[in-house]
């Protein structure tokens, strides 16, 4: 089965921290992605990746880095936090197959609360 | 560019009952992929169902099948025999082969099952 996590379930920081939101998946897949998750709005793209060091702005990528270093790892950066980044993160990864058409699986979530 | 619609915020059945979700999308696009995803309220995201546009024959998943209507651009959701961990949000999304694997998903609706 495929495993993605997360680093926490549960995030609280202050306003104009650093924040780093961590993803590892388990299946050498390809293609990460950042999503967030608003009620009412639903998932929204923030980044994506089809390999290491390489990346691409999704629907929201404003106060949004990330960084791939490793095939595994994903890494969701909020260089100054505010509190309108308060909001449930979804990574997910999918296998390299055809583009645009691979299932994606999710990991649990982070829960970022921004004081 | 394409979007997700899911008309119904909040839907409710009894258990064993069966209940239809509805996912309307709008695109020129003709290779598309179509998901409902399911969130418990443990947050993981989850497959539900899977459909290749190019595919007349709806999916099929046990008690989960779908509507697709290509031309009208519908994709309900079908739950028979529905039991208390279908409660979750569920969401439509869409994914057309020309983009770089970018999902779009719809509001969500919330279902409960009841007793």
């Known amino acids: 089965d495929v495993k993605v996590t997360q680093s926490s379930r549960y995030l609280v920081k202050r306003t104009g921290e650093k924040v780093f939101l961590e993803c590892v998946q388990d299946?050498?897949?390809?293609?990460m992605f950042w999503y967030r998750q608003d009620p009412g709005l639903g998932l929204r793209l923030i980044y994506f990746?089809?390999?290491?060091?390489?990346?691409e702005k999704g629907d929201i990528p404003e106060g949004y880095s990330v960084s791939r270093e490793k095939k595994e790892r994903f890494s969701l950066i909020l260089e100054s936090a505010s509190t309108n980044q308060t909001s449930m993160y979804l990574c997910?990864?999918?296998?390299?197959?055809?583009?645009?058409?691979?299932?994606?699986?999710f990991g649990p979530g982070t829960r970022l609360t921004v004081l | 560019a394409q979007t997700v619609t899911q008309s119904q915020p909040e839907m409710s059945v009894q258990e064993a009952e069966t209940v239809t979700l509805s996912c309307t999308y709008d695109t020129s696009e003709n290779n598309y992929y179509l998901f409902w995803y399911k969130q418990p309220p443990s947050r993981q995201m989850i497959l539900v169902i899977r459909q290749e546009a190019y595919k007349q024959q709806n999916a099929t998943e046990n008690r989960f099948s779908v509507n697709f209507q290509k031309a009208a651009k519908s994709f309900s959701l079908k739950i028979s025999d529905s039991q208390l961990g279908d409660t979750a949000m569920y969401f439509c999304?869409?994914?057309?082969?020309?983009?770089?694997?970018?999902?779009?998903f719809g509001t969500g609706t919330r279902l409960q099952v009841t007793l």
């Open positions: 997910a990864s999918s296998a390299p197959g055809g583009r645009g058409t691979d299932t994606q699986y």
């Open positions: 999304a869409f994914i057309y082969t020309g983009t770089a694997s970018k999902l779009t």
């Open positions: 299946m050498d897949h390809e293609n």
């Open positions: 990746s089809y390999d290491v060091k390489m990346k």
